[in-house]
């Protein structure tokens, strides 16, 4: 498994991530169809934890394919 910061260009796939696991699981702070998150609106989220250092995006990667989500850190 590789964790790294996510980039710009994952904004795609942690969106469709999230949408599944949303789908998926019972314990999503949103349901299916709740949360309205383009992948332009993530790029944009990770553009600014980039620029601000205020968040953390980990992108985990698991034989190639994507299977990590989201994790924010606030950074005091």
Sequence with gaps: ???REA???DA???VRLIQQVETESEFMLMEAGER???PEQQGQRIESC??????????AKY?????????CNLNN
């Design 7 to 9: 980039r710009v260009t």
């Design 63 to 71: 034989n190639k394919k994507q299977s990590g989500g989201q994790r």
């Design 50 to 59: 980039e620029k601000w250092k205020t968040l953390l995006f980990n992108s």
């Design 36 to 38: 309205q998150m383009t």
């Design 1 to 3: 498994m590789v964790v």
């Design 12 to 14: 795609d796939k942690l």
